[in-house]
């Protein structure tokens, strides 16, 4: 039953995976990248040169032996006092009516034909960015990410999901294009922490390090 209903769902559409058995060391929540040289940080993410391939969404989705990369970009303002979140309306029912932190989506075939060149990092950010361009305005500003860590969550619904996290700082206006599905606006950390349990599990995941960071007196982008 839930076959027949995934295949009506998601039509032809193929999303890139990677076999779990690549990723199952990778712990639970958000991991952050800083604490590893560049090496190490290579070395890991060369399994998504390696290991991922196209399948169709219908067979990764609550499918325990895949893992569905999702690129996932978080919105701070300048000084970091700030986020842009959304609260999905429409969409995946596990989302909906909860805050996220993140912008984002799957890797699909068009974004093969966006690369720049033929690595790995290509592919992500290529699907990081058409994902953001997506969802909302950004007016007078290039989209400069910058890979902070990932984010899994092997304990709830979304556990055949892995996130790979950016943030990006900016300034200036933002507005959602897709106001059928979201709504946005700017919160502030005190705010956010108010409203823990009223996001989804990556974005506490994130919220719990932002909180480390800012109660060390410390930024997640120097």
Do not use: C
Request: avoid cysteine.
């Amino acid at each position: 039953m839930r076959s027949t209903e995934l295949k009506k769902r998601y039509k032809d559409e193929k999303v890139y995976v990677i076999p779990n058995k690549y990723l199952f060391k990778v712990p639970n929540g958000f991991t952050d990248i800083s604490k590893y040289n560049k090496k190490q940080i290579n070395n890991f993410m060369s399994i998504f040169e390696n290991k991922g391939f196209f399948i169709p969404r219908y067979d990764a989705e609550y499918n325990d032996a895949m893992q569905q990369i999702i690129p996932y970009t978080i919105i701070l303002n300048k000084n970091e006092s700030k986020m842009y979140v959304s609260y999905r309306i429409d969409g995946d029912p596990r989302l909906n009516n909860v805050y996220s932190l993140g912008f984002g989506g799957h890797i699909n075939i068009e974004d093969m034909y966006s690369l720049n060149n033929d690595n790995y990092y290509s592919l992500i950010e290529s699907a990081a960015n058409r994902e953001i361009q997506e969802e909302i305005y950004i007016h007078n500003n290039s989209i400069n990410k910058t890979l902070i860590g990932f984010v899994r969550d092997i304990i709830s619904e979304t556990k055949e999901h892995f996130g790979i996290i950016y943030a990006l700082k900016f300034n200036n206006k933002i507005s959602i294009k897709e106001t059928n599905k979201l709504k946005g606006k700017w919160m502030s950390m005190a705010k956010i922490v108010d409203n823990y349990y009223q996001f989804e599990a990556w974005s506490r995941y994130i919220i719990d390090h932002l909180f480390v960071l800012h109660k060390n007196n410390k930024k997640l982008l120097e």
